[in-house]
């Protein structure tokens, strides 16, 4: 079993940045591919990035690429996701997850996830 606790969400003007942080325990952290996840009021959930278990490999939605930054620390068991030149349509609830198996954009392929973090980008 993985717990994951997201953090650094808030609210921020367009063009400002944040950073998010999502904390595992309970397994070997380095074991798991993590991803980001968002899901905006009356939409589906959505990829945002992955990156896998040693940090080597990362993807980004197009939505995202170039102004989002996926990283981790295995060694505080934590992954990170850098948020700069925020949009408005960037506003939602961001999940990190954990794969065991599996580094890529399905978000059914997620083993465990954590409760979400609220984003809010004002215009």
């Known amino acids: 079993q993985v717990q994951l606790v997201e953090s650094g969400g808030g609210l921020v003007q367009a063009g400002g940045s944040l950073r998010l942080s999502c904390t595992a325990s309970?397994?070997?952290?380095?074991?798991?591919?993590m991803g980001w996840f968002r899901q905006a009021p009356g939409k589906e959930r959505e990829f945002v990035a992955t990156?896998?278990?040693?940090?080597?490999?990362?993807l980004y939605a197009d939505s995202v690429k170039g102004r989002f930054t996926i990283s981790r620390d295995n060694a505080k068991n934590t992954v990170y996701l850098q948020m700069n030149s925020l949009k408005p349509e960037d506003t939602a609830v961001y999940y990190c997850?954990?794969?065991?198996?599996?580094?890529?954009?399905?978000?059914?392929?997620?083993?465990?996830w954590g409760q979400g973090t609220q984003v809010t980008v004002s215009s």
């Open positions: 309970g397994r070997t952290f380095n074991n798991y591919a």
């Open positions: 997850a954990a794969s065991r198996r599996y580094h890529g954009t399905n978000m059914n392929a997620y083993d465990y």
């Open positions: 990156i896998s278990w040693t940090g080597s490999s990362t």
